[in-house]
């Protein structure tokens, strides 16, 4: 029996799981359920020792975990599929098979023979037929988190957890997979079910915890228990199970298309159509990584794609950033510090870099009037600054990320695309920069925004597109509320698009 | 597909690279074979230098390879091979490895280390080749250094100074680098002179590093501090410095030793007749063709005077040294001539330059 | 049931492994080398380049060992010089015994790594200001130690060295030995830790690999095979020099990436910084032997290395597509 006590993590100020218990029992499978940023990831990284907790603790067999350690965790018979797979690329697929736990012959060689009939044995029960000394790196996403699995399978764990392992997998891998967790459960083996497809999750679970804003609602067996009641659990509010309305704009007045794609298709995104009107705010919302943030890459060539694409005065799909930025479309990602800021640079220089940049390479980036515009809107902004001069680093996340906008505003763009604009930032200047948005589209400027926080989409938006598995799946306008948000993305899973995964789990 | 064209042309073109570097070297040919056993008139000589970087160790590669031509012109020497290290042993070593691998007859090496060639120079030997170091030596009791006299060199200097002196006044003394091996023995000789005339007071002796703005900034304090300097004795390399400070400080230059430099005898020559006053005794670049005379000798089977060798300067336990008096000294009476006929024209960086001729050459062997 | 996979496809792994990279521009460098210097396969020859490349290939199997792990030693010319003066000061001029010498001389050495390692793992500061610091340091102690070229070996140390036992050239079984010694490594879980630590360090972790032992190893073992550089290289020379080390950090680094492994880590073998070390000692030979004047040697070679180190960027670029769906 593994039972989890309490536990909390705290990173700063922010808590992402606020003292969370439940108990694995043997012979189970149990599911782990959630919205975004509920806490289900942080769960399962401290139960592989990945992550240390702040408080509480974690009981193995009656006895304490040590926690923070990976090895412990192993030893004690814990293991885990992790979501973004914990494989060495350049290490062949026996040698990651086995990785951490080699076999050792006499003095300490590693027992080479040993070591490939045992990665051979897993690859037969995952139904793989790939050479075993093939680099990692170089296989398909979907062997590769086979492989995954095939790791956690490999220890034969008392306690096994399964971090979404089934997102990239094609229907009959899923098959395979369920029969073998199947019979691992008849021999005794505790699964930690973490998905967010409730059709697998009633294929195979007996019971199910929900998460909600890091905190476990309850635990519920499977067999006596709703789809919408684990909805509720999720969602929270008390709300209206019927299906969400799907009115077309009556807020909205329809003006000319600013940004026009068709059928972006591409490893993540299966055939997007999208359209954002001059002076409108588009959301794209959904569970986390259902093509998001590919999609916001594939509008601004920042990453390959087939699809036509159509924005004022520019046809077809744009080449790279600075392409797409020249034809007017901007792009403020949402990892401000990697891909936004240049923090050991003035907020000056911030500003005008954006300009700048689609100057032609060799030609002189001339002062004058920048100065101004740039003190201008630092103004307009309310950037909290001691002087235009100052390093941006210097500057609080929310300040940060008005420095982007000024930047934004200073090219005057004709579309900008947002990736959660407001992480990260406290209430207040959340607010105002959700008052700039509304101002920017009341300028005539086209929003595309991905973010989620179903509540800052369903404020600022005049439309959210939910997305699922690389598509879109359902169009939400009107009245817009986060709970119609978060059910819908929820939901995807069992909307009209989402039928595929339903025969998944019905032909099981 | 395209990756396998691309390693292809990428190997191909690598290829092409060696076969050019190959080709390169075909027509001057590797006529060592022939040449080691020949009658003996034709040799391969290689020259290991430890270090480029200078004018000085420039000038000294030409002067060797003005005077190989001469040879190459006669039909003794059939090839000179340089190599340069960039003061690094081990690359000298592959170099001096690479020379008796390619069969040559003789080794002038210009050393890194005194004492780090000595298995290298072993395989040279073994393999029936004569080994000179010059300029620098070695501690191997089978070679035979050629190097210039440093305590003569120095001694010459400091004796002139104290005559003219007539063997009272107040002096500097402005040296090199404490620590080298060249300076040790320079310094000893200055110290044997001066200590012989009780009239000469040393006001202050300082390092000027060779090196000409040192000098001048040392110089500077120097005249700011002792009004009374009535000479100054100095080696190479800092002669144009200390007149620059007297330049500078709105003074004549006092009676002083010079240095080899163009710029030095320039102001020399310029202000000879206004009483200025002084002694240069070279430290020749063409030690290296001077170096050469004497292999080529040693390869023709002339063998040196016992008087010739020498205890080495740095392990005087070992005699196996010639140490070469400098072939040159001049003083007022011969300055325009030197000026004229080898100075005149010449980069500021020139050194004054001399080597011995085959006759003085000569003199050192039975 | 999986088939067994064909030979044409081992074969293609096999040509694409990194290792291969440098002994292809070995066997390119040998072949140009044997055209322009007939008589490079004489044993005498052959037993006068390896003295000079055994020493790099010791440095460079060590410096492969921190470069799979993510790091990089610039230290590792620093720790050969460290042990050449140790050595030499302590037998001349201290007068213990030669192997007495030579122990302490390794010691030294491998205490320099110690402290690399801690500082690099445990205290976490950035590998190349910790070993750039640590080269200067290390230099200026050697110098203290032995301010000026001197001292001398035993005759008969220097002289093993450059002979042959058993018809084949001394050099050549110390680096036999140098392998020997890594292999020792190589095949225990540290090896492959190595790589897993400079390839993926959250996965590793997550496998309960002990990230932080690891590295602090890495710099311990480049430290140790630095430190048999130096000993080897002492044997070659016969004295001491507080100088002597000093290129031995970027050699054995272009030796690293002739040899086919990625700077990043997680990437390539022992076997083909061999291969590069080897590369670089031919090249010496090559532009001597092509009679490329002094003057331009520095420029030929260099050319040529700098289209070797080219030809394994591409080629490395080319054949390591790796696309894993998460970057970290």
Known sequence: ?508 | MLKKGLATTIVLSLVAVFLLAAGCGTPTGKSTSSSGSGSGKSFVIGVANGYIGNDWRTQMIADVQQVAKTYEEKGVISKLIVENANNDVTQQISQIQNMINSGVNAIMIDPVSATALVPAIQKAQKAGILVIPFDGVVNNPKVTNITTDQYSWAKGGAQWLADQLHGKGNIILMDGLAGVPAENIRAQAEQDVFSKYPGIHVLQKVFGGWAEATAEQKMTSLIATYPNIDGIYTQDGMGMGIVQAYIAAHKKPPLMTGDVTVGFFKYWTEHQSSGFHSYVESNPPGIGATALEFTVNMLQGKKLKSSSIQANPVDTSQTNTVLVKSPLTVTDTNLQQVWNSTMKGKPSSYSLDAWLTPSQVDAYFQ | MRTPFNLNQRATRIFRSPAMIGWVLFLIGLVANAIVQPTLFKLSVINSNLGLAAPLIMVAIGQTAVVLAGGIDLSVGSIVTLTNVLVVSLYSFHHTGFWLAAIFGVAAGMAVGVVNGFIISVVRIPALLVTFAMMSIVNGVALAILPQPGGQIPADIYQIYGSTVGGLPFPFLLIVFGVLLWMIFRYRKIGRYLIAVGGADWSSRANGIPVTKVRFQSYILSATFASLAGLFLTSEVSSGDPLIGASYALNSLAAVVLGGTALAGGRGSVSGSAGGALFLILVQNIVYFANVPSYYQTLVSGLIVVIGLATTGVLYVRSGKLHLTNGR
């Open chain 1, 1 to 508: 029996m593994l039972t989890i006590e309490g536990l909390r993590k705290e990173y700063g100020a922010v808590v992402a799981l606020q003292g969370a218990s439940l108990t694995l029992v043997p012979g189970t499978i149990h599911a782990l359920l959630g919205a975004n940023g509920s806490g289900k990831s942080t769960l399962v990284k401290m139960l592989g020792g990945v992550v240390r907790p702040t408080k509480g603790t974690i009981w193995v067999d009656e006895q304490r975990l040590e926690v923070g350690s990976p090895a412990h965790a192993i030893h004690k018979g814990i293991a885990v599929s992790y979501q973004e797979t914990s494989l060495v690329p350049s290490m062949s697929v026996a040698d990651n098979v086995l990785l951490g736990i080699e076999p050792t012959g006499k003095a300490g060689y590693v027992a080479q023979r040993s070591l490939r009939e045992r990665a051979a044995e897993i690859l037969d029960q995952l139904g793989l037929n790939i050479p075993p000394d093939v680099p990692v790196g170089e296989l398909p996403t979907n062997i590769q988190h086979l492989l995954e699995i095939g790791k956690a399978l490999v220890k034969r764990p008392k306690y096994m957890v399964l971090d979404e392992a089934t997102a990239a997998l094609r229907r009959e891998e899923v098959k395979r997979l369920f029969s073998i967790v199947c019979s691992l459960r008849d021999e005794g083996v505790a699964i930690l079910f973490v998905s967010h497809r409730f059709d697998e999750v009633y294929a195979i679970c007996d019971r199910a915890t929900v998460l909600r804003n890091g905190a476990v609602v309850g635990t519920r067996s499977l067999s006596n228990t709703s789809r919408e009641e684990l909805i509720q659990d999720m969602i929270g509010r008390r709300i209206s199970l019927e299906p969400v309305q799907q009115k077309t704009g009556t807020s909205f007045k329809k003006q000319a298309v600013c940004l026009k794609a068709r059928s972006l298709t591409n490893a993540e995104l299966r055939g997007v159509d999208l359209e954002v009107s001059a002076g409108e705010i588009v959301g794209i919302g959904g569970l986390q990584g259902q093509g998001q943030t590919a999609l916001l890459r594939a509008l601004i060539g920042a990453t390959t794609v087939r699809g036509d694409l159509e924005t004022d005065g520019h046809q077809g799909l744009f080449r790279n950033p600075s392409h797409a930025a020249g034809n007017g479309v901007r792009f403020i990602s949402g990892d401000r510090g990697r891909e936004g800021v240049f923090g050991q640079r003035s907020i000056y220089e911030n500003i005008v870099i954006g300009r700048i940049a689609t100057f032609p390479l060799w030609k002189r980036a001339s002062q004058r009037g920048e100065n101004q515009a740039a003190r201008a809107l630092v103004e307009q902004l309310k950037i909290v600054h001691h002087s235009l001069f100052q390093e941006v680093r210097g500057l609080s996340g929310g300040n940060q990320q008005k420095v982007l906008f000024a930047r934004t505003l200073a090219s005057k763009p004709n579309v900008v695309i947002l990736d959660d604009p407001t992480k990260g930032v406290d209430v207040s200047t959340r607010m105002e920069i959700h008052r700039l948005l509304r101002n920017l589209a009341g300028e005539g400027v086209g929003l595309l925004i991905a973010s989620s926080d179903d509540e800052e989409l369903a404020e600022v938006c005049d439309r959210v597109l939910i997305m699922y598995e690389g598509q879109i799946v359902r169009e939400l306008t009107g009245d817009l509320q986060p709970s119609h948000i978060t059910k819908a993305s929820i939901e995807g899973a069992q909307s009209e698009k989402g039928k595929g995964a339903e025969t998944r789990a019905d032909s099981l």
